[in-house]
């Protein structure tokens, strides 16, 4: 029997296709045409995140005017009964998650144990300034002692872009006779976000 | 009389054929475009709480005591 080599080539060239085909992935089924979808799973779940975008107030060095009980100095540019202390910035907070939360802020230090003296005050007030509405709810409007407890200052804190930075001003009230010295006196800000 | 089995046309384009699937073959596994892409990104963990510190900072120097007084330059 003779083989015909052009028939053999032919039928080798066969072969090789469907070996190459069955290489890069492609399968023989009963499926004539079919059509299907794709399908891309992601979940966003929410997120409380905020942040101090300014997060340091420094008032400088300063005191007390001789002759006077204390001085006020604030971040909204009082200065009043003392000398040298600069209107510092205020802080400002921002909502980065993906939910609206609730805004509680407390010191590590209450005022006697961060200026000392006779009747310091250690204050905050929270100021919509930057972008209107940004806080809803809370009771810091006017300045407020801090404390050592969240105190819940926006019951509602947007996360939408416009309406996600509130700014919180700082007030001390510093005694004549409060602590004194050149090394800095620093008190730590914290503030929680939390949704329900 | 009609040739039996595959004529030399069909070969020829079969051999083409041929040699066209083995390099798609070759540059398919060499460039490992079989890969599965993921299409399932899971689920980003979600925190109902965060926090975020500032800082407060004061120097509060001694206050300035003016004294005005007053030299006697006695002579005697």
Redesign the interface.
């Known amino acids: 029997m003779s083989v015909d080599k052009t028939q053999l080539i032919g039928y080798i060239a066969i072969i090789v296709i469907i070996l190459s085909l069955a290489s890069i992935g492609m399968k023989f089924t009963g499926f004539a045409t079919t059509t299907d979808a794709g399908r891309v799973n992601i979940t966003i779940s929410s997120a409380a995140a905020i942040n101090f975008t300014t997060d340091f107030v420094d008032f400088g060095t300063g005191s007390v005017s001789t002759g006077q009980p204390n001085a006020t100095v604030d971040t909204e540019g009082t200065l009043t009964g003392g000398t040298g202390w600069s209107g510092a910035n205020n802080l400002t907070l921002e909502n980065i998650g993906n939910v609206n939360v609730s805004v509680g802020l407390k010191s590590s230090k209450l005022a006697s144990t961060f200026i000392g003296g006779t009747n310091p005050e250690f204050k905050f007030r929270v100021i919509n300034d930057s972008e209107h509405d940004s806080c809803v709810g809370g009771d810091a409007w006017t300045y407020t002692e801090f404390t050592l407890a969240d105190d819940t200052v926006c019951t509602n804190f947007p996360f939408a872009d416009d309406r996600d930075e509130i700014d919180i001003g700082i007030r001390l009230v510093v005694p004549s006779d409060s602590s004194s010295g050149t090394v800095p006196l620093t008190a730590v800000i914290t503030a929680t976000g939390t949704y329900s | 009389m009609k040739e039996k089995?595959?004529s030399?046309r069909?070969?020829t384009i079969?051999?083409i054929?041929?040699i066209v699937?083995?390099c798609?073959?070759i540059a398919?596994?060499y460039f490992d475009?079989?890969k599965k892409i993921p299409?399932?990104?899971?689920?980003?963990?979600?925190?109902?709480?965060?926090?975020?510190?500032?800082?407060?900072?004061?120097?509060?120097?001694?206050?300035?005591?003016?004294d005005k007084g007053s030299v006697d330059n006695v002579s005697g």
């Open positions: 089995g595959l030399k069909t070969v079969l051999v054929l041929a699937f083995v798609l073959a398919y596994n475009l079989n299409t399932d990104f899971g689920e980003r963990s979600g925190s109902e709480e965060d926090s975020s510190g500032g800082k407060v900072g004061i120097v509060i120097a001694p206050p300035e005591i003016e």
